[in-house]
């Protein structure tokens, strides 16, 4: 084998293993847990590797008592049911939230993803994407 086949083989293998390869965070938190780690990014957070578009925060609290976190979680998903959004029942107010970047699921879940390369999804017609201004009029 010569130097340009060993060179190409390598550069396939250092290629196939890094395009397309997102990493996010992943765990999870119910009411339930004692252990609300999940709620915080610290250097002990579990990552993976994501084969999937997005990753992904599920942040689910009660309305009574307000503000009182039921679930949370950081994942990743190829069709997450939103990409920015919050939805109230009679019961919870939901936060669904995803993004792009590596490692961009960092956030409480309440705030939108800024600057995590959220995208729209291609097969998600006829929702609305919100984009943040300069702040100047």
């Given amino acids: ?3 340009k086949n060993i060179v190409l083989v390598f550069l396939c ?23 609300q780690s999940c709620l915080t990014i610290t250097e002990s957070t579990n990552s993976v590797d994501c084969s999937f578009k997005y ?3 599920l942040r689910q ?11 949370f979680s950081r994942g990743c998903d190829d069709h997450p049911d939103f990409l920015n959004h919050e939805v109230t029942d009679s019961t919870f107010r939901t936060f669904y939230r995803a993004c792009t970047n590596d ?8 705030q939108s993803v800024v ?23």
Avoid at 121 to 137: A, C, I, M, Y
């Fill in 1 to 3: 084998m010569d130097i």
């Fill in 13 to 35: 293998i250092f290629i196939g293993k890094s395009a397309g390869q997102l990493r996010c965070y992943a765990c999870s938190f119910t009411s339930v847990d004692s252990d």
């Fill in 55 to 57: 990753c992904t925060i």
């Fill in 61 to 71: 609290e009660f309305l009574d008592p307000i503000g009182v976190v039921a679930s």
């Fill in 103 to 110: 490692l961009c699921n960092i956030g409480n879940g309440i």
């Fill in 115 to 137: 600057g995590g390369g959220l995208s729209p999804s291609p097969d998600r017609s006829g929702q609305n994407l919100l984009v943040p201004g300069t702040g100047r009029s």
